[in-house]
């Protein structure tokens, strides 16, 4: 673990922090896509997935868990779990949980976050 990395902090989020998750969910999943998702689809899929009303909503909800990565109180990235199924045709064994989002802000990347979880 490098100096860096042990400065880096994962903790579970709370609904106070949905402001800045939703700014940063959109960012890193533009990130992620926007090579490879239409400009036009990837603003109407961020505008309606990430405003701070639906992320208000994730981080509220009793079955769903999202954790922050933060360096040096800036949060650099997230991960999701939801513990149940996300349609009823497929049901989720008890005490699992299936993770939906995991996303690290792209200069982090290689850098031994990932050992961290």
Same mark, same amino acid.
């Given at each position: 673990?490098?100096?860096?990395? *042990?400065?880096?902090?994962?903790?579970?989020?709370?609904? &106070?922090?949905? !402001?800045?998750?939703?700014?940063?969910? #959109?960012?890193?999943?533009? /990130?992620?896509?926007? /090579? !490879?998702?239409?400009? *036009?689809?990837?603003?109407?899929?961020? &505008? !309606?997935?990430?405003?701070?009303?639906?992320?208000?909503? %994730?981080?509220?909800? =009793?079955?769903?868990?999202?954790?922050?990565?933060?360096?040096?109180?800036?949060?650099?990235?997230?991960?999701?779990?939801?513990?149940?199924?996300?349609?009823? %045709?497929? =049901?989720? =064994?008890?005490? %699992? #949980?299936?993770?939906?989002?995991?996303?690290?802000?792209?200069?982090?990347? +290689?850098? +031994?976050? &990932?050992?961290?979880?």
């Amino acid at each position: 673990m490098s100096e860096e990395t *042990s400065e880096v902090r994962i903790r579970l989020a709370s609904a &106070a922090d949905a !402001a800045v998750l939703a700014e940063l969910a #959109a960012r890193l999943f533009r /990130q992620t896509y926007e /090579q !490879a998702v239409p400009s *036009s689809d990837l603003d109407a899929f961020i &505008a !309606a997935s990430f405003s701070p009303r639906q992320v208000r909503a %994730e981080l509220t909800d =009793p079955e769903t868990r999202t954790l922050l990565v933060e360096h040096e109180g800036r949060a650099i990235g997230y991960a999701q779990l939801r513990h149940r199924p996300l349609t009823a %045709e497929t =049901p989720m =064994p008890e005490g %699992e #949980a299936e993770l939906t989002r995991l996303y690290l802000d792209r200069p982090w990347h +290689g850098r +031994g976050v &990932a050992d961290l979880v």
